[in-house]
């Protein structure tokens, strides 16, 4: 069965450095979606991208964040210049088109860890 | 309680008792799907029920939803240890990204 890969399962970075969480959704799939969790918190949204552009994003995803689909089968995430409250798991997501009763499928996340 | 909130937090039962897991929320939905996540792993996704739907089966899994109370169950029959795990509920929403709001989750354990 196909499924959403991610890369790195566990990333660890500096304060202050960028980071880029990548992701291959499964191949038919149009909708993208990034979450993530923080430790002992509830999964959070993050942002939805459709048609290689963002559709929707939480107030998390602020102007350190961005997302970017550069081929026909990576979706990444970028974080410009990370805090420590940066540290959680990063799950990426995707739907098939066909209605929005679709269900979303994650990957097993990477683990953002920033010293 | 904030949008897709479960109850209990935890839960612990014998292999073969049935578990069942409940979810509330405060906004209209387009659907509400539940998922599993093993310590440590991603969220797999076990059922989705429409906002039109107030039953749904799969395996040992049944799921029913009240719109007019807004909340859900997800039941888990002849439970097995393998059914350890956290369950979430989320509910779509019907802005055109259909992100998923999530609850706190369930831990369940099964006592073989």
């Known amino acids: 069965e196909p499924e959403v890969t991610q890369t790195p399962s566990h990333q660890v970075t500096q304060m202050g450095q960028e980071v880029i969480l990548r992701c291959v959704p499964i191949?038919?799939?149009?909708?993208f979606y990034w979450y993530r969790q923080i430790l002992g918190q509830k999964v959070e949204f993050l942002v939805s991208?459709?048609?290689?552009?963002?559709?929707?994003k939480s107030e998390i995803f602020d102007d350190q964040f961005s997302v970017e689909r550069p081929d026909g089968s990576n979706f990444t995430l970028k974080i410009r210049s990370t805090k420590l409250e940066d540290s959680a798991m990063y799950f990426c997501?995707?739907?098939?088109?066909?209605?929005?009763?679709?269900?979303?499928?994650f990957g097993d996340g990477t683990r953002l860890s920033i010293l | 309680s904030q949008q897709g909130e479960e109850d209990p937090q935890a839960l612990s039962i014998q292999e073969g008792e049935n578990a069942t897991m409940n979810c509330s929320y405060k906004?209209?939905?387009?659907?509400l799907q539940w998922y599993r996540q093993n310590s440590g792993r991603g969220l797999v996704h076990l059922i989705l029920?429409?906002?039109?739907?107030r039953e749904k089966h799969s395996g040992r899994l049944r799921v029913t939803l009240d719109t007019s109370k807004k909340s859900s169950s997800l039941l888990i029959t002849a439970s097995r240890a393998a059914d350890t795990a956290s369950y979430f509920c989320?509910?779509?929403?019907?802005?055109?990204?259909?992100?998923?709001?999530f609850g706190g989750g369930t831990r369940l354990m099964v006592k073989p």
């Open positions: 989320a509910t779509g929403s019907n802005n055109a990204g259909n992100m998923l709001t």
């Open positions: 191949s038919n799939h149009l909708y």
């Open positions: 991208f459709y048609n290689n552009e963002i559709s929707e």
């Open positions: 029920i429409r906002s039109n739907e």
């Open positions: 997501a995707s739907r098939d088109r066909e209605g929005s009763n679709q269900p979303q499928h």
């Open positions: 906004t209209s939905i387009n659907n």
